[in-house]
T-cell receptor
Framework: DAKTTQPTSMDCAEGRAANLPCNHSTISGNEYVYWYRQIHSQGPQYIIHGLKNNETNEMASLIITEDRKSSTLILPHATLRDTAVYYCIVRVAGGGGADGLTFGKGTHLIIQP | NAGVMQNPRHLVRRRGQEARLRCSPM?????VYWYRQLPEEGLKFMVY????????ESGMPKERFSAEFPKEGPSILRIQQVVRGDSAAYFC????????????FGPGTRLTVT
């Protein structure tokens, strides 16, 4: 799986959009970008994933650059409950990998009241 | 639709005892993954199972650890002769498809070895 680079921490004001960047310059053509988050002491939570088109669901939007070397997770209206560590993971979907998810250090997003 | 269930949520064992952690995947999911999170560290993949088969155990310690996912019942992660270094949060995840990046995690079992 390709390596990802994320900022260690970020702050965002409550009610504003939180934009979390991720660099994955060595991504392969068949690798997807996945985002998870882990709220303190809870199990990780799947957020969204995409290949090359932008994706949106009820939780977030995922913007992937045209060259696919970076992406941004957008939480449109951050709340205090969005404070968590956010992980960007790059991997082949459905059958290409031989192991589980590889979690790096992620970005600790702190939503300020 | 119930999510992934793990029990117990907290488990205390003395050194040398056995620990059994159980995981029931989401309904319709036949693929289970186990991860370990040591204090102040990231999650590490341990093992991937389908019903009655271990598919990938590349992250499992070579000794004392074993996992199973029987035809009936939950998946079990078993740690024999626990040591203090086994103290960690153990998370189980399930997916409807194998080797999938879209996994759904349980609340975890926090193992404390005294």
């Amino acid at each position: 799986d390709a390596k990802t680079t994320q900022p260690t921490s970020m702050d965002c004001a409550e009610g504003r959009a939180a934009n979390l960047p991720c660099n994955h310059s060595t991504i392969s053509g068949n690798e997807y970008v996945y985002w998870y988050r882990q709220i303190h002491s809870q199990g990780p939570q799947y957020i969204i994933h995409g290949l090359k088109n932008n994706e949106t669901n009820e939780m977030a939007s995922l913007i992937i650059t045209e060259d696919r070397k970076s992406s941004t997770l957008i939480l449109p209206h951050a709340t205090l409950r969005d404070t968590a560590v956010y992980y960007c993971i790059v991997r082949v979907a459905g059958g290409g990998g031989a192991d589980g998810l590889t979690f790096g250090k992620g970005t600790h997003l702190i939503i300020q009241p | 639709n119930a999510g992934v269930m793990q029990n117990p949520r907290h488990l205390v064992r003395r050194r040398g005892q056995e620990a059994r952690l159980r995981c029931s995947p989401m309904k319709g999911h036949s693929h289970v993954y186990w991860y370990r999170q040591l204090p102040e560290e990231g999650l590490k993949f341990m093992v991937y199972l389908q019903k009655e088969n271990i598919i990938d155990e590349s992250g499992m310690p070579k000794e004392r650890f074993s996992a199973e996912f029987p035809k009936e019942g939950p998946s079990i992660l078993r740690i024999q002769q626990v040591v203090r270094g086994d103290s960690a949060a153990y998370f189980c995840a399930s997916s409807p498809r194998g080797l999938d990046g879209e996994q759904y995690f349980g609340p975890g079992t926090r193992l404390t070895v005294t």
